[in-house]
């Protein structure tokens, strides 16, 4: 039963262009989601989060918005560069301990 | 500032031998995670450690995987024996502290059960 669901596996985008990023939850009790960027062979790096109290939170060209009622948050990335090019994990936690629930992520391609 | 270091980077191992994974937090980081990372999934925790107690261990396979993190600093997963399903890649991560702190990541070890 996969709590965070990310349904696109890939998405391509032109160079200067925006990249929008979806993920679904199911479960009620997450309050603070977050996005990681993997590059091959590396291990995954913090994007950007938000809490459930807020609905949009920005940090230079990533901004990630979530929709409470709908149990969907999104991250745009404007404009895409071809550095962008990686794979993206949505991550959710509803605990006070931190354990994240990543979802299968989506493999950005950026063409210049 | 250093990273969370692991090794080895790879290894591949017969079913039914036993391996065993090393992890290096950031200094000072109280807390250390071990994810299992399937091809095509994202990262499943598999034990949560806060400074050298078990915070969370509830989807570790306890009859063929375990960890320690001696001292509350490095870390150690063992599997033994394994088996074929056991192939991913085993990342450590690291945090200040557990809650709403980001978690940073090291490489990730890559296993191949064959």
């Known amino acids: 039963d996969q709590q965070v669901k990310q349904n696109s596996p890939s998405l391509s985008v032109q160079e200067g262009r925006i990249s929008i990023l979806n993920c679904d939850y199911t479960?009620?009790?997450?309050?603070?989601f977050l996005w990681y960027k993997k590059y091959p062979a590396e291990g995954p790096t913090f994007l950007i989060s938000i809490s459930s109290i807020k609905d949009k939170n920005e940090d230079g060209r990533f901004t990630v918005f979530l929709n409470k009622s709908a149990k969907h948050l999104s991250l745009h990335i404007v404009p895409s560069q071809p550095g962008d090019s990686a794979v993206y994990f949505c991550?959710?936690?509803?605990?006070?301990?931190?354990?994240?629930?990543f979802g299968k992520g989506t493999k950005l391609s950026v063409k210049p | 500032e250093a990273g969370v270091a692991q090794s080895p980077r790879y290894k591949i191992i017969e079913k039914r031998q036993s391996v065993a994974f090393w992890c290096n937090p950031i200094?000072?980081?109280?807390?250390l995670y071990w994810y299992q990372q399937i091809l095509g999934q994202g990262p499943k925790l598999l034990i949560q450690f806060q400074n050298n107690g078990v915070v969370d261990d509830s989807q570790l396979p306890k009859d063929r995987f375990s960890a320690e993190r001696l001292k509350g600093v490095d870390s150690t997963l063992k599997i033994q024996p394994a088996k074929l399903e056991d192939s991913a890649v085993y990342l450590c991560?690291?945090?200040?502290?557990?809650?709403?702190?980001?978690?940073?990541f090291g490489p990730g070890t890559r296993l191949t059960v064959t």
């Open positions: 479960n009620s009790m997450f309050d603070y």
């Open positions: 991560a690291s945090s200040v502290s557990s809650g709403r702190y980001e978690q940073y």
């Open positions: 991550a959710a936690s509803g605990g006070s301990q931190g354990n994240l629930i």
């Open positions: 200094s000072g980081h109280a807390t």
